[in-house]
């Protein structure tokens, strides 16, 4: 098979069908930009999953996304999109970069979300843009932050149902036949996902900080969304 992308945690692709392709999620979970990296087995199939039913209930929501099925355990079958080179993150509960660059106090929570916007580009180490800024670059501020609104009410109740918090995540979107549509992964290693009511991380941070077992709280995760 045709290898489109290699990244840090997923290969991508091309599928017998040009308009589609697969992306194989691997066991690996790295943080620092790459620095830091350890092979969990398992974890790859997991995060396939949770990202597989997000994105199969993000679509009943209306929400339009490259997700097509799930063929094999760690393997997404997708729309074949040109990937938007933003990293659209939003925030609903203070922590992270938000508390080591501003005043804000961790735990503090927005109303309304805050909608922020990366220019995806590791060179220029990932730098926030301001509206005007991402304008001038010919992307419709307004149009990303209506959809990242949209997804993360969706999600917000998702995870709500199953006594999870929803902190903060990061969304990427692709062009298909010159619409805007969601893609990448919505899985534990791109959100912050904090047991209801505490500060206690289910997701990636366990790992970032060295507090827990990542396997075991993904494991946690993807049982009470199949349960749902
Ligand atoms: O580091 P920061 O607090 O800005 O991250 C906000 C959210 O976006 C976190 O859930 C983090 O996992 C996610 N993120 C990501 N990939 C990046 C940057 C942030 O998944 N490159």
């Known amino acids: 098979m045709k290898e489109l992308y290699k990244g840090k945690v997923k290969t991508v692709y091309q599928s017998e069908n040009p308009d589609e392709v697969l992306i194989g999620f691997k066991d690996k979970v790295t943080c620092g930009n790459g620095k830091n990296e350890t092979v969990i087995p398992g974890k790859g199939a997991i995060n396939c999953e949770i990202s597989s039913i997000l994105f ?90 209506g959809s990242a609104f949209q997804i993360n009410t969706v999600l917000k109740e998702i995870f709500n149902s199953i006594d999870i918090d929803l902190v903060d995540f990061k969304l990427e979107f692709g062009l298909h036949n010159r619409s805007i549509i969601l893609a990448d992964e919505i899985s534990p290693d791109g959100c912050r996902l904090w047991k209801k009511g505490s500060m206690e991380s289910m997701d990636k941070d366990l790992y970032r900080k060295n507090t827990g077992n990542i396997l075991e709280a993904y494991q946690e995760i993807l049982t009470k969304l199949k349960a749902l």
């Open 56 to 145: 199969e209930k993000l679509h009943r929501a209306g929400i339009k996304t490259h997700y097509i099925d799930r063929p094999e355990p760690n393997v997404m079958r997708c729309k074949k999109v040109d990937i938007i080179p933003l990293e659209v993150v939003v925030r609903n509960i203070a922590t992270g970069s938000i508390i080591r660059e501003t005043t804000i106090q961790e735990g503090t929570r927005f109303h309304p979300e805050l909608i922020e916007f990366y220019l995806k580009d590791d060179s220029k180490n990932d730098p926030l843009l301001t509206p005007d800024r991402m304008n001038l670059m010919g992307y419709d501020n307004v149009l990303f932050h």
